[in-house]
């Protein structure tokens, strides 16, 4: 029970690699707040859940579970979101971004040809996003001089790919890597921690639908993985384990790629 005692908030909790996130930290003793654009989310690709709902699976394992619907690209609606969980909890410990993705490409999606309204929709869902959550955690960590918060950036936003495609998606990962940095240095004095996680091809309810797990697919990306296989969301939580618990208590402003070797640096 590492994380007896402490709050704990996911943002895009309520399917996928979020809500690995959300079950592994109730796992190790966390109450838990789901934030979701749509706490209903995991119906979308049949993940199925153990309980009617996140929160529900989270007070199963003898945690607090807490569903909240916010969109994190509203404002007014993330600072709302922590009075509750202050209001509700008293206390926020952790803070885990992982709302976003790279969700309705259009056909032309590159440098060049990338539409205006797609690149500031992918932009606000995995940059700003992550930006108005811990702008809203920051204060309640900082006077608590405790905190750790985990953004989520992609292999994505690493390295180019060798092509431009997914352009916006590429830069606003990008953007999280280097705001995780920015926010760091900031808060460190503080002893608020802040690291960021760059997953690679993991097989996520979502990522399984859209066919990553094909024979075809998954043959193609494994000749680029080192480990020979391709990840599931607990490899992404086993990591997100080490960086909200003292295994940590000595890094922040770092990125670490969960890829398999995809990204080597």
């Given at each position: 029970m590492k994380?007896?005692?402490?709050?704990a908030l996911v943002t895009g909790?309520?399917?996928?690699?979020?809500?690995?996130?959300v079950l592994h930290l109730a796992r190790l003793g966390a109450d838990v707040v789901i934030n979701d654009v749509d706490l209903k989310a995991a119906q979308e690709y049949d993940e199925e859940l153990g309980a009617e709902s996140v929160a529900a699976e989270v007070e199963g394992l003898g945690r607090r579970g807490l569903g909240i619907e916010?969109?994190?690209t509203d404002k007014a609606a993330v600072e709302a979101m922590m009075q509750e969980v202050m209001g509700r909890f008293g206390r926020i410990d952790i803070l885990v971004n992982n709302a976003g993705g790279m969700l309705h490409a259009?056909?032309?999606?590159?440098?060049?040809?990338a539409p205006p309204d797609h690149y500031r929709y992918i932009m606000d869902i995995n940059l700003t996003g992550t930006v108005f959550c811990c702008q809203a955690a920051a204060p309640y960590m900082q006077a608590a001089?405790?905190?750790?918060?985990?953004?989520?950036?992609s292999q994505a936003g690493l390295w180019s790919g060798h092509?431009?495609?997914g352009m916006a998606y590429k830069v606003a990962k990008?953007?999280?890597?280097q705001y995780t940095r920015v926010l760091a240095a900031e808060l460190g004095p503080h002893n608020v921690h802040v690291n960021c996680i760059a997953p690679g091809f993991v097989l996520s309810s979502r990522a399984v639908a859209g066919g990553r797990n094909t024979p075809e697919v998954r043959d193609r990306l494994l000749q680029d993985i080192p480990l020979g296989r391709l990840g599931m969301p607990e490899d992404c939580a086993r990591v997100i384990e080490f960086l909200v618990t003292d295994l940590s208590d000595y890094v922040t402003g770092q990125c670490i790629p969960v890829c398999g070797g995809y990204v080597a640096f």
């Open positions: 994380l007896a005692n402490r709050v909790g309520a399917r996928g690699l979020g809500r690995a996130y916010a969109d994190v259009p056909p032309e999606n590159s440098a060049v040809t001089r405790s905190g750790k918060i985990v953004n989520t950036a092509n431009s495609g990008a953007g999280v890597v």
